[in-house]
């Protein structure tokens, strides 16, 4: 009797193409995914003979050519308990709840193909489940903020709840400053140090926050980028103003009680107070910020001097800015209509300041026009009087 046997050299298996396969495959699709078909699975491999010594298996085995155990992984992701005859490979897609710093998650493995005598040959499947890729951020409207000068409390802004995601695998956790929006984020302006100044981002504790901070009075625009972990974007506007309120500045008297200014009399309109003077009458609290932006005059009732005697005296009308010197008209009436007795005509009114933001302080001000005082007084006649 004569028997033919298939044997290892019988047959010669190839591959269809010698590049690794990777094959993409959404989470989540249920389970189970049809990875394969038989039809497919066959597809890949040929035979050097296609009439005799044909391939009689196709197992999947551990990238490393070994055996798939119960406990591997990939016994469970492949649905190996159940696959039993069928020649095609599915695959249960379905993934846990991530922390959302998974973009993918890859199971390689090999398709053995084994020919009746022995023949054998594997082809390199890796098949990747994409947790994030396709996920769409947003973000709100502009954010519009104020935050004054020497702030009552602090302004920190939650940077996560800015930002929201159409699936919970992929949250915005990645976030930067940046100055303006580009369509590629790897071309976006960073923050300058003097911007910084203004605004800074930290994540302490684990959840970042935006700082909203009192540099100086100043206007920005400026936005925070947030990215998924598969790189996917967008940006949140925010639009800073930092002002001064009237908390933020505390004037003070330089000396208490009021000062008293003399001027002669008849040097016509001249200088009581000049632009120094009268900041030099106050203390700000902050040097550097929220400046005094205007000296008013008022009666001694803090009765804002807009007409009769004292508008005329100090001259009021021809101040030129809210700033500008306080000026008095010395000049007074002919000696006839002064009585002998008068030695000073006085007049008192109050400065009150007002810093920027709304800070204001009043000082009092005693002006005397000095009509009798350096006068010399000499004999009309110095001859020798003689008394009998």
């Known amino acids: 009797m004569l028997t033919v046997q298939c044997v290892a050299a019988s047959q010669t298996i190839t591959l269809v193409d010698n590049n690794p396969i990777i094959i993409e495959v959404l989470k989540n699709l249920g389970s189970p995914f049809q990875l394969f078909t038989e039809d497919q699975v066959r597809a890949l491999f040929a035979v050097s003979d296609s009439a005799r010594c044909l391939i009689q298996s196709f197992e999947i085995v551990a990238a490393d050519g070994s055996a798939v155990q119960t406990s591997d992984a990939l ?38 193909a084994t020919a009746t005598g022995g023949a054998t040959i594997s082809m390199p499947i890796t098949a990747k489940i994409i947790v994030c890729r396709f996920e769409t951020l947003s973000s709100g409207t502009t954010i519009s903020e104020t935050v004054y000068i020497n702030p009552q409390a602090a302004t920190d802004l939650d940077v996560n709840a800015m930002f929201s995601s159409n699936d919970s695998f992929c949250p915005p ?97 001249i200088s009581l107070l000049s632009e120094s003077e009268l900041l030099g009458l106050f203390v700000r609290s902050d040097t550097a910020r929220c400046p005094i932006q205007s000296f008013e005059l008022l009666t ?25 010197a306080v000026k008095i008209n010395t000049d007074i009436a002919s000696a006839a209509d002064i009585a002998d007795t008068v030695v000073t005509i006085d007049n008192s009114f109050k400065i009150k300041a007002t810093a920027l933001g709304g800070a204001v302080a009043s000082k009092q001000i005693d002006s005397s026009i000095v009509v009798c005082r350096n006068e010399d ?12």
């Open 377 to 388: 007084i000499s004999l009309v006649d110095q001859a020798t009087l003689t008394h009998s």
């Open 75 to 112: 016994y469970s992701l492949l649905l190996l308990a159940n696959r039993g005859s069928n020649v095609g490979i599915q695959l249960d897609s379905t993934v846990a709840q991530t922390d959302g710093t998974v973009i993918e998650i890859p199971n390689s493995f090999l398709i053995k």
């Open 300 to 324: 001694t009732a803090d009765v804002l001097i807009e007409t009769g005697q004292l508008h005329t005296l100090f001259d009021v009308a021809n101040r030129a800015t809210p700033l500008s």
């Open 173 to 269: 956790n990645q976030f930067v400053l940046s100055m303006d929006s580009p369509s590629d984020p790897a071309t976006a302006t960073s923050p300058s140090a003097t911007d910084l100044l203004s605004f800074t981002m930290d994540s302490s504790n684990g959840a970042f926050t935006l700082h909203l901070l009192d540099s100086d009075v100043s206007t920005h625009t400026f936005y925070v980028l947030a990215r998924s972990v598969s790189g996917n974007h967008v940006y949140q506007q925010v639009d800073l103003t930092i002002e001064c309120a009237d908390f933020s500045q505390t004037l003070t008297l330089s000396n208490a009680g009021a000062d008293l200014i003399e001027r002669d009399k008849n040097q016509g309109t």
